[in-house]
């Protein structure tokens, strides 16, 4: 089953308010037990957290900025 973007966003906040700061360092470690794992659906889904965590920590006035 593939999570939706509310499930990875819920997931995201859950591991933010656990993690604070350190959020997307766990989420990346979790990617890192499935890869040993050799487990790419769960590395595909914790990537997809990790990404969302990234965007949700992002300072307000970078949100909207163009990076090239």
């Known amino acids: 089953m593939i ?3 509310l499930d990875i966003h819920r997931t995201a906040k859950i ?9 997307v360092l766990e989420a990346m ?3 890192e037990r499935y890869r040993e794992k050799n ?3 769960g590395m595909r889904v914790w990537n997809r957290v990790a990404d969302a965590i990234t965007w949700m920590q ?5 949100t909207g900025e163009t990076v090239h």
């Open 39 to 41: 487990n790419e659906n």
């Open 29 to 31: 470690r979790r990617v």
């Open 15 to 23: 591991i933010i308010d656990q993690y604070g700061k350190e959020a």
């Open 58 to 62: 992002m300072p307000e006035h970078l």
């Open 3 to 5: 999570p939706s973007d």
